[in-house]
């Protein structure tokens, strides 16, 4: 059973609801023999139990890839995915690209112009052509 | 090759001369066979024919000097000829004396006693003529004829061969590959080595009374009771960690293991393998006693130990540590690492097994890859995907022989 969006039953005035973290799972593939995966192999020796016994809203898969390089994939709830090679990597820097995939919205990278959204009507209204005075030309 | 008959120096045919003339042309044939010599070396592959002629050439060589200055005295004009013609005689002489000693002494050669198992005479058969059958009829040609006989193959056949011819290794007739057994015996090859080194060093001193030391090679394989001498012996380090052993009855104890005749087979007189002698539940027991022991510091700086020890241990084990790997061998502990195979490195899955990892309820893992096909199962699409397909006729897995689409090559323009 995965992690789906609870139905928006109330709306969230202005940022105040509850917060649901976008990633809902998180593959680590991993080789038994390759060199590149000697990083990855001790970031789910040591680190990993302790992440995901963190991150309990976190569907965690650990399997082999033979001869593959190491990677890291996090599905969202928006239904994409995002996965990252971490070859050659140590255990700490794997740790870092672990905590960017939480805290990834799943989106595709764009530039974010206007960081404040708002769902509230404005106060003027939505103009209209067909309402109001007119204008003379 | 055929061996040259000495002359013998009679004076009737070769009288001796010291006349200064006599000693020229002496000089002049020995030139002229230095000339010979250099013509048959200078061809790379000389044929019978050269050969023999430079075999005469060397005895005329041999026997001119004086019978040349003899000649000399008669007719100084044409010595050289003279020489030759005499020369001949003599050879020819030699030549006959030669063979008739050569098979006299073949004649009284004893026959070659051999284990080998050789064909059988061979058997004639009756010709077409002499045959008595009635129901004989010639062939009148080979097709179709069974063939009989002949050596084809006789020497493939391993009945042929005598036991005596069998191949024997040096050492045991399987590598022994146990952890514990290879550190235990590499103890025991150390403590025989330093033995082995230590008396044949007595050996070359003069005077010694020991008796020569047998082989390493040909030393009694390994028994129980020679464990227990092992065991027995206690090794010492001295200052720069040369191993010695402790006592001079340890040195003379190892003596006589190493003085035993080694074992035969009774039937072949062939020399048996070593076997292991020690089971692997006594080896650790030893091992436990001896793991206060600083014998794996003991240092094989010097190369006549090394090799005594190096070898010893092939005989015992089987494991031949090359020589590239011998010049980084420093210690007995050195050599227990080349013989040791490292043990195979545990799968990750197998250590996370042990982990609090697979306890979380949030936390999945798979000891194979994760298949597309196994995907379809974890949610119960599979059976569904199968029975489609089947419907339809297409292959289950894979492509089915089906290549690419060729409308995608049709639409790229290739």
């Known amino acids: 059973m995965t992690v789906v969006a609870l139905k928006q039953v109330t709306t969230g005035r202005n940022g105040v609801g509850a917060f649901i973290l976008q990633c809902k799972k998180m593959d680590f593939h991993y080789c038994d023999w390759a060199g590149s995966s000697k990083g990855m192999n001790g970031f789910i020796k040591s680190i990993l139990p302790k992440f995901a016994a963190a991150h309990p809203q976190i569907e965690f898969t650990v399997s082999p890839r033979p001869s593959k390089h190491p990677v890291i994939i996090g599905h969202y709830i928006n239904g994409r995915e995002k996965a990252i090679c971490v070859r050659n990597l140590e255990p700490l820097q794997i740790l870092k690209k672990v905590e960017l995939l939480r805290d990834a919205s799943g989106e595709k990278l764009r530039r974010v112009t206007k960081p404040v959204q708002s769902i509230n009507e404005s106060v003027r209204g939505v103009w209209s052509p067909y309402h109001g005075n007119g204008i003379q030309v | ?414």
């Open chain 2, 1 to 414: 090759m055929r061996r040259l008959a000495r002359l013998p120096s009679s004076p009737s045919v070769l009288p001796t001369s010291s006349t200064t003339t006599g000693a020229r042309t002496a000089a002049a044939s020995l030139l002229k066979c230095e000339l010979i010599k250099t013509q048959n070396l200078s061809s790379a592959r000389p044929n019978r024919q050269t050969w023999q002629n430079g075999i005469q050439s060397q005895r005329r060589c041999l026997s001119s000097t004086s019978q040349l200055a003899a000649t000399e005295k008669t007719t100084p004009g044409s010595d050289a000829e003279a020489a030759a013609v005499v020369a001949d005689e003599v050879v020819e002489y030699e030549e006959e004396e030669f063979v008739q000693r050569r098979r006299a002494k073949k004649s009284k050669r004893a026959p070659i006693q051999t284990d080998l198992v050789f064909p059988d005479a061979i058997k004639g058969t009756a010709a077409p003529g002499e045959v008595t059958d009635p129901d004989y009829v010639p062939a009148e040609s080979g097709l179709g004829l069974e063939e009989v006989g002949g050596l084809e193959g006789w020497w493939d056949n391993p009945q042929h061969w005598g036991p005596s011819k069998k191949y024997v290794g040096y050492g045991p007739r399987e590598k022994i590959t146990e952890p514990e057994m290879l550190e235990v015996l590499t103890r025991r090859a150390l403590t025989e080595a330093i033995a082995a080194s230590f008396f044949s060093q007595q050996e070359k001193r003069p005077g010694h009374r020991s008796g020569k030391l047998p082989a390493l090679s040909t030393i009694e394989p390994l028994k129980g009771d020679t464990i227990k001498t092992t065991d027995k012996t206690k090794l010492e380090l001295k200052a720069d960690g040369t191993p010695r052993l402790a006592t001079v009855g340890d040195y003379f104890r190892i003596l006589q293991v190493l003085r035993r005749p080694p074992p035969r087979d009774e039937a072949t007189s062939l020399p048996v393998p070593p076997t292991p002698g020690i089971t692997i539940w006594k080896a650790r027991a030893l091992l436990k006693k001896w793991q206060n022991s600083d014998w794996k510091s003991a240092s094989l700086a010097d190369p006549a130990l090394k090799f005594h020890v190096a070898k010893r241990l092939y005989y015992l084990t089987g494991h031949m540590v090359p020589d590239a790997k011998l010049l980084i061998v420093k210690t007995a502990g050195d050599l227990v690492a080349q013989v040791v195979t490292p043990p195979q490195p545990k799968k990750l899955i197998e250590v996370l097994e042990a982990s609090e990892l697979p306890t979380l309820p949030n936390v999945q893992m798979f000891p194979r890859r994760v298949t597309p096909v196994d995907k379809e199962k974890m949610v119960g699409r599979w059976k569904i995907i199968t029975k489609e397909l089947q419907q339809r006729d297409l292959p289950i897995i894979g492509t089915g022989g089906y290549g690419k689409a060729v409308e995608k090559k049709w639409a790229a323009g290739n």
